[in-house]
C-alpha cells in the first residue's frame, strides 16, 4: 500500500464550512481519477482507477505578516 499526501493551498476559496468543502473536493478528486483511468486505459501506468481518497483535512492558514 502507497498513501500519497498532496497540500493544495488556495487563498480566494469561499462557499460552504472546512467539512462541506473536503467532502466537496474529495468526490471531485476521485471523479477525476475514474476518468483519467477510462482515457488511458491499458496505459494507465498507476492505475488510477484503484486510489481512493481516504481522508481530506481543510483548514485556516492565518496570513503571512508581510
Known sequence: M???????INEEISGGSNAEIGLKLGDIISQSLHWWHSQ???RDPIKMDRWR?????VK???PANR
Request: no cysteine; aromatic share 0%.
Open 60 to 62: 485556516e492558514i492565518p
Open 40 to 42: 488511458l486505459g491499458d
Open 53 to 57: 481518497v481516504e481522508s481530506i483535512e
Open 2 to 8: 502507497k498513501r500519497v499526501i498532496i497540500e493544495m
